[in-house]
């Protein structure tokens, strides 16, 4: 089941367990959000259309990140924007987690743990980017 951590009525993360992926085309993501995260799942044969993406302009102020744990396992912390810790969760094999309007940090909980990790750019270096807290 997907889980919404949420602080203040704001969703801060989404974790989306491995046996929650949509059948055919899904999104985890609403679509005013600045990270657009989907998953799909169809049969042999099936085709979609060729397509651009067209140039937008697009006002980004914040930067949001996916979490995929490819192999092994993760604990995430989520913090509200003002550093206040809200939940902890384990992101196992073939689980994601959508990181929003959130503060976070991480542990790893297993040997050669991999972790495919997609956010939103440019990237402006760390002083610009993040701040540690």
Same mark, same amino acid.
């Given at each position: 089941?997907? +889980?919404?951590?949420? !602080?203040?009525?704001?969703? #801060?993360?989404? !974790?989306? @367990?491995?046996?929650?992926?949509? @059948?055919? #085309?899904? *999104? !985890?993501?609403?679509?005013?959000? *600045?990270?657009?995260?989907?998953?799909?799942? !169809? &049969? /042999?044969?099936?085709?979609?259309?060729?397509?651009?993406?067209?140039?937008?302009?697009?006002?980004?102020?914040?930067?949001?990140?996916?979490?995929? $744990?490819? +192999?092994?396992? =993760? /604990?995430?912390?989520?913090?509200?924007?003002?550093?206040? *810790? $809200?939940?902890?969760? =384990?992101?196992? %094999?073939? &689980?994601?987690? =959508? #990181?929003?309007?959130?503060?976070?940090?991480?542990?790893?909980?297993?040997?050669?743990?991999?972790?495919? %990790?997609? +956010?939103?750019? @440019?990237?402006?270096?760390?002083? =610009? &980017?993040?701040?540690? *807290?």
């Amino acid at each position: 089941m997907i +889980k919404e951590i949420i !602080y203040n009525n704001e969703v #801060l993360a989404r !974790y989306i @367990p491995s046996e929650s992926w949509a @059948p055919d #085309l899904g *999104f !985890y993501s609403k679509e005013e959000e *600045f990270i657009q995260v989907g998953s799909w799942q !169809y &049969d /042999k044969g099936k085709e979609l259309l060729n397509h651009i993406h067209n140039p937008v302009v697009r006002n980004i102020s914040r930067t949001q990140e996916v979490l995929y $744990v490819r +192999k092994g396992i =993760i /604990k995430a912390r989520v913090y509200s924007l003002d550093e206040i *810790f $809200v939940e902890e969760i =384990i992101v196992k %094999e073939g &689980d994601t987690i =959508i #990181l929003l309007n959130s503060g976070h940090g991480y542990e790893i909980l297993q040997d050669n743990t991999q972790v495919l %990790e997609i +956010k939103n750019g @440019p990237y402006l270096g760390a002083d =610009i &980017d993040r701040r540690r *807290f």
